[in-house]
């Protein structure tokens, strides 16, 4: 007759070993990096095009306080290129529900997400679908919308825009990336950060881009603001072409606890052309109280 308190022991270590695989397996899917002395976990979330590699001007400045978490989405950077899907990946639902899975599998809560530009998004229909994850929201330019619906709404582009830098993104990735990264980037003074985000977008499988930039850019994601109930920080960056100040607005408008700080950071990704103007306005924001 079997051991009742054997057969449990096994079982028990059957679990855990299937839940330290699935853990090792999310953790190849999304390159993820942890490090940091504190308890709390800034998750931080890159940009169309971009990998993890881009918050490493900021991410020093939160070390000592915070779990630093860093992620590639499917696609991009070193992540599991196999793991894509265009079904699951078809709109931005499918990178909510990595982002849900990871904090999911690694039992987290109170976090801090930093997302930036579509990331930003993606952050939000998080807070919205599984609130419980999330402490605060740091968007840095933010975007619902790229696509201009007036007289209510001015996102940047008309839909005539994107399709034409759609289809020169199909035709022709590598000349697509030369001519986006400066524009994007901005900060002419500092070509080695148009020419490293150049390199980004040059590294991502221009299929798997081409369809991430169709969901990105094609995106409304307004209705959905009212429904958020994390607080927010909103970084709004001068002469930024694709989230312009008036979207800024508008977010603050419509994002329940939302905070709008105008920055003197000129274009799109100012946790690289200016690191201490983004770190200190995150910081401040993280040291004042706020209600939940």
């Not at 790229?146 to 994107?162: A, H, Q, S």
Request: proline share 5%; glycine share 6%.
């Amino acid at each position: 007759m079997s051991n009742p308190y054997k057969r449990a022991q096994k079982s028990y270590n059957q679990f855990n070993a299937r839940v330290r695989q699935m853990t090792q397996k999310i953790l190849r899917k999304n390159n993820i990096k942890m490090f940091g002395q504190g308890t709390q976990t800034m998750m931080f979330a890159h940009g169309f095009g971009c990998d993890q590699n881009m918050w490493r001007f900021v991410t020093p400045a939160f070390e000592k306080n915070y779990k630093i978490l860093l992620f590639d989405y499917v696609g991009s950077g070193k992540s599991d290129i196999s793991a894509y899907s265009s079904k699951r990946y078809g709109d931005l639902n499918g990178y909510v529900q990595d982002v849900l899975d990871i904090c999911e599998e690694l039992a987290l809560t109170d976090v801090i997400f930093v997302g930036h530009s579509v990331s930003s998004m993606i952050g939000i229909l998080c807070s919205i679908k599984a609130p419980n994850y999330l402490d605060r929201l740091i968007l840095i330019g933010p975007s619902p919308c790229y696509i201009n619906d007036l007289p209510n709404y001015y996102g940047g582009f008309e839909r005539k825009d994107i399709e034409a830098l759609l289809d020169i993104m199909e035709k022709n990735y590598i000349g697509w990336a030369s001519f986006m990264a400066p524009i994007v980037m901005q900060n002419q003074d500092h070509p080695e950060l148009s020419d490293e985000l150049e390199a980004s977008f040059c590294s991502t499988d221009p299929v798997i881009a081409n369809r991430f930039a169709e969901v990105t850019f094609y995106s409304d994601n307004r209705s959905d603001l009212p429904k958020a109930s994390v607080p927010s920080l909103i970084l709004q960056c001068a002469d930024d072409v694709i989230a312009p100040t008036e979207v800024g607005h508008y977010l603050h408008r419509h994002l329940p606890k939302s905070t709008l700080r105008l920055m003197k950071a000129t274009g799109h990704c100012p946790h690289m052309s200016h690191p201490q103007e983004t770190i200190e306005m995150i910081n401040k924001y993280l040291s004042a109280p706020h209600t939940t």
